[in-house]
């Protein structure tokens, strides 16, 4: 990007709640359902039909509000935004414009070890509109997801690069995702981003135009699409040509941003109070209710890892990145006597196979501790260790129990190695050949065929010495 520019970028990110039912009706709020089956007289606002608020809606957005430490409405209300499109079956959204339920906060993001915060304008609760499936030269229209609860989280302006927008994307959904209001499926759609970005002169106040970026769902498009509209921007001011108010979409198979339409404006919406929702009244109590049962927020609880346990920053990160990952670290922590053992194990073994959804333990925390206590006491080599997290998950068999059974316990007596090693260099010529030449590196594959030979089961200092003293001997012969 040309240096002597700067570019001026906020997010407005549609968040799909994770309730049970839609926000103004008792349809489930479900995903890969038959089209047009997941419906009713409300949410395709059918003549008559009122809406009615549920309150899971409320409380997830109120719990976004406090994890962001936003100033939370006591008094809010909806209103109707007004546009026309196949998707849309009133011909008009229930959102919140003129008084949402949030106001402020911050959301922090690391960029290279760097810290800031990015301040948000506001969180407000409104409802998603249909989908249209193109097929062919047809477009049908599937309704399901008509109804169903989002909060759009609507940033104030101040990441400056693509690599700040997409560390604020990741820290939203984290926190997000920690606190259980929604699943963050980007690749479903319940997290979509508008990007609204525009560029002027390093040194200048006054905004340049902004252009604003339709429905991107991946992290990574944002900051391709931002790349790609920086550019553009920068080269029309360079030919003395006006950047258009307008919205634009990315085109993944292009690598470019392309028109849309001309931007509309609050205006274009004709937006007016929603006469059938009364104004939305939270007490004190309530909010307070809603706070505690919340849990800490994923830094504190990274943080705590490292003072409590010793974890390594980066480690840490990694096992808050969702609530049910934590809890069920913990529970493994707590059956250890060796925590950092445990957590290192943890991450490479267990955490792999999960994922963000994931709500099911794969290996008990008895057996997954017993695990980390036999490497700690060095009763298993670390190979050792990998299988038996795989093979006590598989059966639920004592972890001890298939140690003794299987022979993988290690094999620190010399007497019982030595046998092992010697069939090992007799079983490998070329590498002997190799080591006595000069290649040292030839010695670990005598290593490798003494660990399979053993079982995985070889002390590996012990055995490391042996093949070299054996090594040794052969080298006096010649």
Same mark, same amino acid.
């Given at each position: ?27 489930s /709020? ?34 976004a ?7 939370i ?6 209103d109707?935004k /007004? ?22 906060g ?18 407000h ?8 499936i ?75 135009? @902004? ?39 990315? /085109? ?6 392309e ?56 480690d ?9 990952i ?28 999960l994922?963000?959804?994931?709500k ?5 925390p ?22 038996l ?19 993988l316990?290690?094999?620190?007596d ?29 010695a ?20 490391? @010495? ?13």
């Amino acid at each position: 990007m040309n240096t002597s520019y700067e570019a001026v970028i906020g997010l407005e990110v549609h968040v799909e709640l994770k309730t049970d039912t839609k926000i103004f009706c008792s349809c489930s /709020n479900g995903f890969s359902r038959e089209p047009n089956t997941n419906v009713c007289p409300i949410c395709l606002g059918l003549p008559g039909a009122l809406p009615m608020l549920g309150e899971k809606s409320v409380e997830y957005a109120l719990r976004a509000g406090i994890a962001f430490g936003c100033k939370i409405n006591k008094k809010s209300w909806f209103d109707r935004k /007004n546009y026309h499109y196949p998707d849309l079956p009133k011909g008009y959204q229930i959102t919140q414009y003129e008084m949402p339920i949030c106001l402020g906060g911050e959301v922090p993001i690391d960029v290279g070890g760097e810290k800031k915060s990015i301040r948000l304008t506001r969180i407000h609760m409104e409802e998603d509109a249909g989908k249209l499936i193109h097929r062919g030269d047809k477009s049908l229209i599937d309704y399901n997801r008509a109804g169903v609860p989002l909060i759009e989280i609507v940033s104030e302006p101040d990441m400056r690069t693509p690599e700040e927008a997409k560390a604020y994307l990741n820290s939203l959904r984290r926190i997000l995702l920690f606190i259980g209001v929604s699943d963050c499926k980007m690749n479903e759609g319940s997290l979509r981003c508008d990007v609204n970005v525009s560029v002027r002169r390093k040194g200048e106040a006054e905004f340049g135009t @902004k252009v604003e970026i339709k429905n991107l769902n991946s992290v990574n498009y944002v900051g391709r699409a931002l790349d790609d509209e920086i550019k553009r921007q920068i080269a029309l001011i360079e030919r003395g040509e006006i950047v258009d108010a307008e919205t634009r979409r990315y /085109n993944e198979d292009t690598d470019h941003t392309e028109r849309m339409r001309k931007k509309e404006g609050a205006v274009d919406y004709r937006y007016f109070t929603e006469p059938n929702i009364p104004p939305l009244i939270l007490t004190d109590s309530y909010i307070e209710e809603v706070r505690r049962r919340m849990p800490r927020l994923p830094d504190e609880e990274a943080d705590a890892l490292v003072k409590e346990i010793g974890v390594k920053k980066e480690d840490a990160y990694l096992l808050t990145s969702t609530s049910f990952i934590l809890d069920y670290f913990k529970k493994c922590a707590e059956k250890s006597k060796n925590k950092s053992i445990c957590a290192n194990l943890f991450i490479s073994e267990v955490l792999t196979l999960l994922d963000e959804n994931s709500k099911k333990e794969y290996i008990s925390p008895e057996n997954f501790g017993e695990i980390a206590d036999m490497f700690a006491d060095g009763k298993i080599v670390s190979g050792v260790a990998k299988r038996l997290v795989k093979m006590s998950a598989e059966s639920g068999e004592s972890p001890v129990v298939i140690a003794e059974r299987e022979r993988l316990l290690k094999i620190s007596d010399e007497k019982v190695l030595r046998p092992i090693v010697l069939k090992a260099i007799d079983a490998n010529p070329k590498a002997v050949s190799d080591y006595l030449g000069g290649k040292i590196a030839a010695a670990k594959q005598l290593m490798g065929a003494v660990m399979r030979e053993s079982g995985g089961g070889a002390d590996p200092i012990i055995s490391e @010495k042996l093949i070299l003293e054996e090594l040794e001997k052969i080298k006096n012969k010649i």
